[in-house]
């Protein structure tokens, strides 16, 4: 995998020693699974240990973060799922995964997970179901996972008002936390570092291919 950790700390000062906290600094050195489990805006629980065997990208911002997250959101869907751009929203989020460069045909490519996850812990508990309200209103198809117990940033951290990205590999590990605008280098780079966990994973469970075929030209 790319050293996207080091790429970026050497261009953007939010990055990841400053977006994460210390229980996600433990998880990554202890390369430990996590489970994020969080309800969205129809109240419906996700876990993302349901994903397994597929990479997944949580995007998630406080309130005035929110826009940016949710745009950031629908560029990285959109890069692995291009026929979403032609999609009506009730189909967006359904479309077919593509798969990375390099990746041998006859096997299905490891799915990308873009989940946007709106943090909220100043919302009191009497005003949730307004909160969800709002959500159904701003986004009736694509679910969206509330945090009203500030779970992500106890977990990875946050950098306030402004997007935050875990990348899960396909064993539910967290494998890179970044935090901040993304230009089209930083946007470039998280786009490869998913390809990178994608390929890894056929490594993993096909030592048979040949090297070659796994490698990104």
Request: charged share 25%.
């Amino acid at each position: 995998m790319i050293d996207l950790r080091s790429a970026i700390l050497a261009s953007a000062p939010l990055v990841f020693g400053l977006a994460c906290g210390p229980a996600a600094a433990a998880d990554a050195a202890a390369d430990r699974v996590v489970n994020i489990a969080l309800e969205d805006q129809f109240k419906n629980r996700h876990e993302t240990l349901r994903y397994g065997g597929d990479v997944v990208v949580l995007v998630f911002a406080e309130r005035k973060g929110a826009e940016a997250a949710l745009e950031l959101g629908r560029r990285l869907h959109v890069r692995f799922h291009p026929t979403a751009t032609a999609a009506p929203a009730t189909e967006w989020s359904r479309q077919p995964v593509v798969g990375p460069v390099g990746w041998p045909t006859g096997i299905a490519p490891p799915d990308v997970h873009v989940i946007p996850i709106a943090c909220l812990p100043e919302v009191p508990k009497a005003l949730e179901a307004v909160a969800r309200s709002r959500f159904r209103n701003e986004s009736p198809f694509v679910p969206v996972w509330l945090d009203f117990e500030d779970v992500m940033r106890q977990r990875f951290g946050i950098v306030p008002d402004e997007p935050n990205v875990v990348l899960l590999d396909t064993a539910g590990r967290p494998r890179d936390v970044v935090s901040g605008h993304l230009d089209e280098v930083r946007f470039a780079e998280v786009v490869a570092a998913v390809d990178q966990l994608r390929l890894q994973a056929l490594q993993a469970r096909s030592a048979a291919i040949p090297a070659a075929a796994t490698a990104v030209r």
